[in-house]
């Protein structure tokens, strides 16, 4: 997939006190404004022109029509004339799709020498939008407000990111996610209330029985395999008791038929991502691991031992992050290493890591895995490249989901011969002791979804249009404020349920 044939709609406010002449050039400004902004070059997501709104009846016309077409996935407003904020009242109670309020204006300096009385009628978005800026406060709707003018890169930067997120959160409203078998007994962080999650995330959790994808890998043809394994060579390094005719490739085409048969499922299903469980495998030669390497890759959600949420955000993320370089993944808190200010976390799974972190050629091995009944398992091998991410996950408070982002650097390991899983190692900012210890208190789980190119500010502007708690953790951080801002949460959302 990619964000081809998405929409974000751009709505202007005026009103008619200035005229015919004023609609006119407002509705040139806005024309020209939207064909720079698209002939940018930097937006990732169409923006489509839906004419000036002069009064509420306008206004609530095209918001309803953004609620019911598919392809419009944002709305961004923008008030080139002052345009009295009752009359977006009825619209703004409609409106369902994510807003963007862009304070900007058509001319980028004030003309000096030019500038008279019909210019200031004309070109007062310096006071209409926060005329309409008060409204939105006013109905309490969380929205992006962008700050700046049309043609400044920083400016068209955040609509690019905030077009991202449009895109994800569009993607999650009919996120389906198979799960095959349930959490790993009596672990609680993976679990939560997949009622609430459907209404508030739009995910839906379906369990699927591991018997009813064991006919679809032991369909998979010996030719479907070769196919494979040819792909496999051209991109992955093997090693030498994995190659053709060695002794452990035939682990490696189980593997590959498992890929094909877990794609056709979950394509049967119309599924966006799935969970496997390492205790539920009868009828499976091996767990899933491999295949869910591969899978991670082409953009499917994963969480491992059942964890929903997490294979949710994973997926939720790569769409973010289309097209972006760095790669994401699902990983795993796997152990500490305390070198006082540059301690680190080292990032692993038993197997399940994107091949998508990496810099370097995965390699593929054959181990046996002695957990549950994982037996003896093909996995692409490898290490995260360097570079800075943010780590989140979603966890369900009892009484509201609460998004938890850490931002991360990640550094490069040292060799680790006998440990055959890919990994990253990575300090957490703005240090293991306040990272780490942040990160707990907030109730944080054990797995993440990471990523080099997704941003704390888009995840914050994903937990505002989901209406979710949100909780960074960054350079700036320190555990007496971040017990403050917990403490404070606490008691905003017990109030904010009675407020809805
Ligand atoms: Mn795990």
Known sequence: MDFKGLEVWFVTGAQLLYGGDAVVAVDSHSTQMVKALNDSGKL??????????????????????????????????????????????????????PLMHLHTQFNKEIPWNEIDMDFMNLNQSAHGDREFGHMVSRMRKNRKVVVGHWSEEGVQAKIANWMRVCAGWADSQDMLIIRFGDNMNNVAVTDGDKVEAEMRLGYHVDNAPIATLVPYVEAVTDAEIDALITEYEKIYDFAADCKKGAEKHQFVRDAAAQEIGLRRFLQDKGAKGFTTSFNELAGMKQLMGFASQRLMA?????????????????????????????????????????????????????????????????????????????????????????????????VDMGNRFRMIVNEVKVVEPKPLPKLPVACALWKPMPNLEVGAGAWILAGGTHHSSFSFSVTTEMLEDYADIAGIELVTIDENTTINNFKFELKVNEVYYLLNKSLN
């Not at 309803?64 to 703004?92: Q, R, Y």
């Not at 370089?325 to 796997?334: A, C, K, N, R």
């Open 44 to 97: 990732p997501v169409k923006i489509v022109y839906k004419g000036t709104a002069n009064s509420s009846p306008e206004v609530e016309k095209v918001f309803k029509e953004a609620n019911n077409d598919t392809k419009c996935v944002g709305v961004i407003t923008w008030m080139h004339t002052f345009s009295p904020a009752k009359m977006w009242i009825k619209g703004l109670q409609n409106l369902r799709k």
């Open 298 to 394: 082409e953009g499917y959600g994963f969480g491992a031992e059942g964890d929903w949420k997490s294979a949710a955000l994973v997926r939720t993320m790569w769409v973010m992050g289309q097209g972006l370089p760095g790669g994401q993944s699902f990983l795993e808190d796997y152990t500490l290493n305390f070198d006082g200010e540059n301690s680190t976390i080292l990032q692993s799974h038993m197997l399940e890591i994107n091949p998508d972190i990496t810099g370097t050629k995965p390699r593929i091995e054959v181990h046996f895995l002695g957990i549950g009944d994982a037996r003896t398992c093909a996995r692409l091998v490898f290490q995260a490249h360097k570079g800075e991410g943010v780590a989140a996950t979603i």
